[in-house]
């Protein structure tokens, strides 16, 4: 597998792990990241349980704003390099079981964020012969009539 693409799979799965703390994700990614790293050895296993507490902890602590924003970035790129470290270490064929394994991660991350919501507040606005344009779930009433 190429270079860059072990990276990207180590980028995405770090972005993952800081994604998914506090969310409802947390615990299943949590234990499956454990698993991934420990590779079958217990006590590998539970240091990297350890280290995901930590991560959650320090990312909860974190203030609202830059510090917050600084402190993930932190995160991702230390369990980036974490992840790194480990596909370097594996044979071929194993790091291909590996980045399957961290997609699937990231699918789960990002399946347990919350939708994004955006609300536009019109009331009081005119509009005459307005066109919308969106995506997504959308209820648009047009009272040309009155």
């Given at each position: 597998?190429?270079?860059?693409?072990?990276?990207?799979?180590?980028?995405?799965?770090?972005?993952?792990?800081?994604?998914?703390?506090?969310?409802?994700?947390?615990?299943?990614?949590?234990?499956?990241?454990?698993?991934?790293?420990?590779?079958?050895?217990?006590?590998?296993?539970?240091?990297?349980?350890?280290?995901?507490?930590?991560?959650?902890?320090?990312?909860?602590?974190?203030?609202?704003?830059?510090?917050?924003?600084?402190?993930?970035?932190?995160?991702?790129?230390?369990?980036?390099?974490?992840?790194?470290?480990?596909?370097?270490?594996?044979?071929?064929?194993?790091?291909?079981?590996?980045?399957?394994?961290?997609?699937?991660?990231?699918?789960q991350a990002a399946a347990?964020?919350?939708?994004?919501?955006?609300?536009?507040?019109?009331?009081?606005?005119?509009?005459?012969?307005?066109?919308?344009?969106?995506?997504?779930?959308?209820?648009?009433?047009?009272?040309?009539?009155?």
């Amino acid at each position: 597998m190429l270079v860059e693409g072990l990276i990207a799979a180590a980028a995405a799965g770090g972005g993952a792990i800081v994604q998914a703390a506090g969310t409802d994700a947390w615990n299943g990614i949590r234990g499956a990241v454990a698993r991934l790293i420990g590779r079958g050895e217990t006590g590998r296993e539970q240091a990297e349980l350890e280290r995901l507490d930590r991560t959650r902890t320090v990312l909860e602590a974190a203030q609202e704003g830059e510090e917050s924003e600084r402190v993930q970035i932190a995160q991702v790129a230390a369990w980036q390099t974490r992840l790194e470290t480990l596909l370097e270490g594996l044979p071929a064929a194993e790091q291909a079981q590996v980045v399957a394994e961290l997609e699937a991660l990231v699918a789960q991350a990002a399946a347990a964020q919350p939708a994004e919501t955006v609300h536009n507040d019109f009331r009081g606005a005119t509009f005459t012969h307005s066109q919308v344009q969106g995506s997504g779930t959308m209820t648009v009433t047009n009272n040309f009539n009155k």
